[in-house]
């Protein structure tokens, strides 16, 4: 298995080179080479797997067995996958919970931090660890071989990645977060972690702001070689790998609890925001898993809702709105050039459709960076509409859902969600009236990672101080309570413009990482 830029080029890596490096020289993408084949028991031989051994079952397609073909060799990936699971609160780490005769919720948000990423990240973390100690054996220190890992996050990703690589080994992990536009829980989750290997950044910005900061310091040939930068977002495969095997363990668990459902039908409602989750999703269709669509549900930060309506993909206004679901507040996705490279792929006409692919997309992405814009054709809007739909759900929305689920009725008994998995109860509730089909909506976060948002949306039904008591006594985890009150070490990033930010960021680096002076 080897894996290929976005954005074309003969460069070819293997497993090992792909996770390590992140993203692509010339800024694409690292996709897989070819989709590999599921066996043809699967249905049955997986049927009843634990997560652990499905994900190893999963994961082994795409990881060639021994470390000469830059891969894992099978028993050390299944300790590795293992030790990441371990530390996870509930046995099937993903389990799927009834809400209604037509709607069951993934809940993704078992792990350290209450979070979906800690599923991608745990096991990541242990990747990296894992490879640069293999690299390493026999060296000596002089030669080391150390990753400087940069990743930006608009709440969640930050505090995962820190709780997967914190006191790793010839690690050290620079998170870029926009200063006062993540949730008091999620800030505070990052920035008391005080192991020397962690380092917190809150820039002068919004997180497509830091997004943009972290491609260009890996744009950055000198710099990149210098520090050995890593990627910890969705944009390093390893992410979006480990997030398929959800996508299989929802389906089981369900034809496990409704063995009546009509599975083909099957609709996988995704809160997305920088498409590395929902693009799991995709990769599970593609390896064979029935269902329908995907559902992409976002907020008013919309730019994909309009995507799938007109086919043109376009910052309306350059600006990033402040939601009630701070995690989705993107502009720009970056996973979705993954998705963009399929569909020019698989609607070329070339002699060479992937090297046509890579220079369509760049093309693409050329125009988005110089216009704002981009525009894809009908035939391939076409294909994407095959597997996917989408629904805009405004701010107001998702307040309303949360009330309305925490109530319950007489179709469903009280569940309280976060503002985030309360965009995708939105849209699938849209979908549900316009057709009675099974949806599985992905549960990113734990509520209370959201506390003033699902205080307020629930006082609505009492008081406020109603609403505090309830969401101390009953919804807080044991894990968060005291969390604001500890110490904290984090970073000012000032800047007026991208260049000052970028500079600034780079001169953090450069003193705190491992090429200090």
Known sequence: MKYLSTRGGAERLTFEEAVLQ?????????????????????????????????????????????????????????????????????????????VSEHEWCLELWHGPTFAFKDVALQLLGNLFEYLLVRRNKGGSDREKHTLTVLGATSGDTGSAAIAGLRAKANIHIFILHPHNRVSPIQEAQMTTILDENVHNLAVDGTFDDCQ???????GD??????????????????????????????????????????????????????????LAGYYAKRLGLP??????????????????????????????RATLSPAMDILVSSNFERLLWYLARDTSHAADPEADAGRQVAEWMSSLKATGAMHVSPEQLELARRDFCAECVSNDEPRAAIRRYFSGDSTRAPYLVDPHTAVGFEAAN?????????QIILSTAHPAKFSEAVVSSIAADSSEEEAEQFFHAQVLPSQMQGLLDKERRVVRVHGQSLPELVAHTKEIIERDGFHSA
Request: proline residues 8%; charged residues 20%.
């Open 22 to 98: 992140g993203l692509a020289p010339n800024g694409g993408l690292y996709v897989p080479a070819e989709i590999p084949a599921l066996p043809c028991d699967w249905q049955t031989a997986w049927a009843d797997l634990s997560f652990v051994d499905l994900s190893h079952r999963l994961v082994s397609l795409f990881v060639p067995p021994t470390e000469a073909e830059g891969g894992i060799p099978p028993e050390d990936l299944h300790k590795l996958i293992s030790k990441s699971y371990a530390s996870f609160r509930h046995p099937d780490v993903s389990p799927l919970h009834r």
């Open 212 to 218: 943009d900061i972290v491609k260009h310091l890996f």
């Open 221 to 278: 040939a000198a710099f990149n070689g210098k520090h050995h930068l890593g990627a910890v977002n969705s944009i390093n495969w390893a992410r979006i790998l480990s997030q398929i095997v959800y996508y299989f363990a929802g389906y089981f668990a369900l034809r496990r609890q409704s063995p009546d459902v009509d599975l083909t039908r099957l609709q996988f409602v995704v809160p997305t925001g920088n498409f590395g989750d929902i």
């Open 291 to 320: 269902m329908d669509k995907l559902v992409v549900a976002t907020n008013e930060n919309d730019i994909l809702q309009r995507f799938w309506a007109s086919g043109s993909y376009e910052k309306a206004g350059g600006e990033v």
């Open 430 to 438: 849209r979908l549900l009236n316009r057709a009675p089909v099974p």
